[in-house]
């Protein structure tokens, strides 16, 4: 009984138990933290970039040390489907691909800033998909594969800061604007229109501050980062192509799954992608370089909506050359395909049209 | 807001601190500006909707209270109207115009109905029923109306559990709303670990398996004759769905403890449990005895005899499914579970000798055996759950047991392992906490020395900064 009123008058006492005890603890977990965080990203720093295979070996090359003449950017449908070393025999310049898989434009943005800090390619070849302006959240996600470069390359920081304003919050940047969400004439667009609170009440950019952590810029690559040790896939000419031909069940099923992928709704051009586009185009052509601007043979046609005529828009513009092959039903035949990538096969027949077509129709002379 | 986001790092600091800074008359009015803040991150105009049913359920508590006879269930009546009239409008009017389209083009008709172009309030389903808890209990005699206005609007806006629950009752948290709490180092210790928790089952587990499950259940006519894909994909969905809700109410309950509120648990470590039954009992607790307790109960629960028990809890099942959702995905996923809850009820004595042998073997090998089984019932409704359609769900049926190959869709290997280290940790920790734990609300098994804890919890941070997915995606539970 006597401890029972002992405890309660302790309490009334002191109201607010361990308030200092708790800062305490606070303030020392804090510091191991940091110290984890720390030691944890000076290892995965020295870890990813001593690789010398595997994809993050691949993109280290591309933004530091690639000095090709000519240079492929795209996706993966950029990586398979151009065969670097014909456009090489055939052109007479060295070529690199520097096409990755699940990139955009934005990747494609970052290397050419890169480049350009350190030479002039004299060929600049950029695959997109006709659906490519597209504004996609997932591609905003996949800005993380620059963020292990974002504390010594100031060329990629305002780019990866791009990832903190993907869902419209977040304040952006002298170069970039806010993507937009929702397509207009549209009661969501209404309420959009109203705005998150989040814009006013906390505009920050998060990934500004995440990339404090010295560990955040590894996040999701440890794996890789170990596997890469063990692993000897090298690529010289950064050219991945695809064996094996489609079924023809498998061809039917692409071609049904992208139909219903060209009725979604609420698509709209998003003004970041066209900005990295025209940033490309100008910021080589000034350095005397070209640019051609294709999309690769498709066994499954895209959309040929506003995506499609922003990129000519923005080709126009520039003046520089644009040829859609995704229509060229001359390529669509499954023998030339793996899925919607092209085979080898399949890509050493188009790079080599390619190669004719740079050299008779679009820069005739030149090379 | 959502709790995985970088605006919820910074915001519930800033809430907690001033709590205890405020004198104690102040809290409340601090706690429902926080809230109105914490909801009206994601749509402002829709906090008026809830404001709507904020003042007629007030009024309805008051009116209900005051008054006798059939009056009393008249006002019952008008709030439950009001409640189910919003939840009609904006989760199922749309539902409803295309199930009347479908029906009217059997018979050949073409009526001229318009589908509504309007986004689903967040967590609405969640906030109507605490609300119509409220009102229930008002009438029931088992709770008197509050007569501050604030205080009611703070118990259904309460931000930890405003747009997921856990769905409370006015007996557990009104009076809370009007006890002081103090600075209490072990309960904000605790409730901080229970957050940390949480964080990691979301953006650990669930939002790494959700891509792998996204690349199988959006798109499963890419995976024909791949049994395992699918398979694993339903396994991980199972995983996935439970991570990514229970993550959420374990933040939701963690955050409020350390404020020195005590909210319902939601999930007690489901997929421990040792039958179907014992998993839908540990599973998202505050939804379940609601319909317990308001539909099941109401109806007879089992005290009129078995079958009409079973004909019971098909009634909460089916509108359990219904909740969900407004699609027959929802319905078709209970009513599967239904069936597996219905026949342990029906065949009661063989599934006892069943028991009976496994446990004969081994004690562990029977709990091992019942707790795959009642896992894989789970696993059989989700597959309604998670698909876009019932064709959809069916074809993916189909698959899981066409035994063709062994071919496996792989998809981004670092999502297939950190997934599969994430379920490893879970059944640890779950484990941990079911069978050895002495403290029954001891989160992590860490260690005894201080440095220990130090390094431990470091440690956890670290991971979740290393493998977790922040791309701040919103938990499954809100579209509900």
Known sequence: ?367 | MVFNSFAFLIFFPVVTILYFLLPHKWRWLHLLIASCVFYMFFIPVYIVILIFTIIIDYFAGILIDRAQGTRRKMWLLMSIVANVGVLAVFKYYNFFIMNTLWIANLFGAHPDLQYLNIILPIGLSFHTFQAMSYTIEVYRGNFKPVKDFGIYSLYVMFYPQLVAGPIERPQNLIHQFYEKHEFDYQRVVSGLKLMLWGLFKKVVIADRLGAYVANVFNFPHQHPGEPLTFWVAAWFFAIQLYCDFGGYSDIAIGSARVMGFTLMTNFRRPYLGQSVGEVWQRWHISLTTWFRDYVFNPLGGYRRGKWRGIFNLGVLMFLAGLWHGANWTYVLCFLVFYVFLASRLIIRKPLQKFDDIVYKIHPLFGRIVNTILAFHCGIFSYVFFRSGSVSDALYYYQQMFSFKSLKFYEGDASTLWYGIFGIIVLLVIEEWQENYSKDKEAVFPEPKAMWGKFVFYAAVITVIMLIGVFDASQFIYFQF
């Not at chain 1, 290892?43 to 040390?65: N, Q, R, V, W």
């Not at chain 1, 869902?167 to 705005?195: C, I, M, Q, Y």
């Open chain 1, 1 to 367: 009984m006597q401890a029972n009123s002992s405890t309660s008058s302790s309490e009334v006492k002191h109201p607010s138990r361990g308030v200092g005890k708790f800062f305490r603890v606070v303030l020392v977990l804090l510091v191991v933290v940091i110290a984890f965080d720390q030691v944890g990203g000076y290892i995965l720093h020295h870890m990813y970039f001593s690789a010398k295979s595997g994809p993050f070996a691949e993109t280290t090359f591309t933004f530091t040390k690639m000095d090709q003449d000519g240079i492929i950017l795209g996706s993966s449908r950029g990586r398979r489907n151009y065969n670097p070393n014909l456009l090489a025999d055939s052109l007479g310049i060295s070529v690199y691909n520097a096409g990755h898989d699940g990139q955009t434009i934005f990747y494609e943005q970052s290397i050419i800033r890169m480049a350009l800090a350190r030479y002039s390619p004299k060929l600049v070849i950029i695959d997109l998909n006709p659906e490519e302006m597209y504004y996609r959240e997932v591609h905003y996600d996949r800005l993380n594969v620059l963020a292990p470069y974002f504390k010594d390359y100031p060329e990629v920081r305002s780019i990866y800061l791009l990832k903190g304003i993907r869902d419209g919050t977040g304040e952006g940047d002298d170069f970039f604007v806010k993507p937009a969400k929702r397509s207009d004439n549209s009661w969501d667009n209404f309420w959009f229109r109203l705005h998150s609170m989040e814009e006013w009440v906390l505009p920050l950019n998060a990934e500004r501050f995440k990339m404090f952590s010295a560990v955040y810029p590894y996040n999701s690559t440890v794996l890789d980062i170990l596997t890469a040790l063990f692993k000897n896939r090298k690529s010289e000419s950064g050219f991945k192509p695809l064996k094996g031909v489609i079924t023809r069940e498998k061809a039917d099923e692409l071609i049904r799954e992208n139909a219903k992928l060209r009725e979604t709704p609420g698509k709209v051009v998003d003004a970041n992608k066209l900005k990295g586009l025209e940033e490309i185009i100008s910021t080589v052509t000034a350095k005397g370089g070209k640019v051609v601007v294709t999309m690769s043979p498709a066994l499954a046609p895209f959309g040929m909506e506003p995506s499609y005529k922003a990129v000519q828009e923005v080709c126009a513009k520039y003046g520089v050359p644009f040829k859609d092959y995704s229509q060229d039903t001359g390529y669509a035949r499954l023998e030339n395909f793996f899925d919607n990538h092209m085979n080898k096969d399949g890509a050493n027949l188009f790079s080599s049209n390619l190669a004719h077509d740079i050299k008779s129709q679009f820069f005739p002379g030149n090379f």
